[in-house]
Structure formats: structure tokens, C-alpha cells
């Protein structure tokens, strides 16, 4: 099932992150070349999987779906602990940028497994824009 997260859900309060997903401030459109920055110091890995989510702002995506679309596959093993260490080549940029995490992931509900992960539509919004160059 498909599931969309728009700007106000509660849900974005009630993710899984630790420590890098609070403190700092969340981005905004102020932070474009912050932005532009922590994407050029995205590793390769990472980067595929930020930007399959940024593609689908608001969705939250199964950690399967990122194995098989952004990392394309295969998925075997554990895919939650892959999408975690590939996430894990956002840390030099996440410690540069001086904002946290630009993504939010949930554990999986008890009796299920694997993690979902989404991008907020007005940070997946920044993002782009950086992208663009704009």
C-alpha cells in the first residue's frame, strides 16, 4: 500500500531516528547552497538512495524498494541493514551542513520486518531546487 505523508502529519514526529534527526534545525529554503553542498558530499551509494526519495517526496518507501529501485538489487540478506549502512555516506555531509538528517525513516511495526524512509515534501522541495541550481 502506497503512503503519503503530507507537510503537517503527525507521523513525521513519531520516526525511528536518533540523535541526527533532532537538535538541528530542519531545512528550509534559506539553505540552498547548504544544500547544493551536502549533495556533492554525498557518497555514491547514498546518493542513489536520497535521490530516489527525494523523487517521491512525502511516500514512505519500503527499505526493499530502495534495495531494488536505487540500489538496484539484489535484495538479499537484510535490506533494512543495507539501506542503514548505505545511509550511512550521508555522515561526512550530515556533520558539514549543520542541519539534520534530510530524511525520515519508521522501524517496522512489531510481527514485520525491514525499515520505510520518506523525505518531507518542503525538504525534498530544497533539494531539488539546489539541484537545479536555483
Not at 57 to 75: F, M, S, W, Y
Request: hydrophobic share 40%; charged share 20%; net charge negative.
Amino acid at each position: 500500500m502506497t503512503v503519503y505523508l503530507t507537510e503537517v502529519d503527525p507521523r513525521w514526529a513519531e520516526h525511528s531516528g536518533g540523535e541526527g534527526h533532532y537538535g538541528a534545525p530542519e531545512w528550509g529554503p534559506e539553505d540552498l547552497e547548504r544544500a547544493a553542498a551536502f549533495l556533492a558530499e554525498l557518497a555514491p551509494q547514498a546518493g542513489r538512495v536520497f535521490e530516489y526519495l527525494l523523487r517521491n517526496p512525502g511516500r514512505t518507501i519500503h527499505c526493499t524498494e530502495l534495495v531494488d529501485k536505487a540500489l538496484g538489487g539484489p535484495n538479499e540478506g537484510d535490506p533494512a541493514r543495507r539501506v542503514a549502512g548505505v545511509l550511512s555516506g550521508m555522515s561526512k555531509a550530515y556533520s558539514n551542513s549543520g542541519r539534520r538528517f534530510p530524511f525520515y525513516w519508521w522501524e517496522a511495526p512489531e510481527g514485520s520486518v525491514g525499515a520505510t524512509y520518506a523525505v518531507r515534501p518542503s525538504v525534498a522541495a530544497v533539494f531539488l531546487a539546489a539541484r537545479l541550481g536555483r
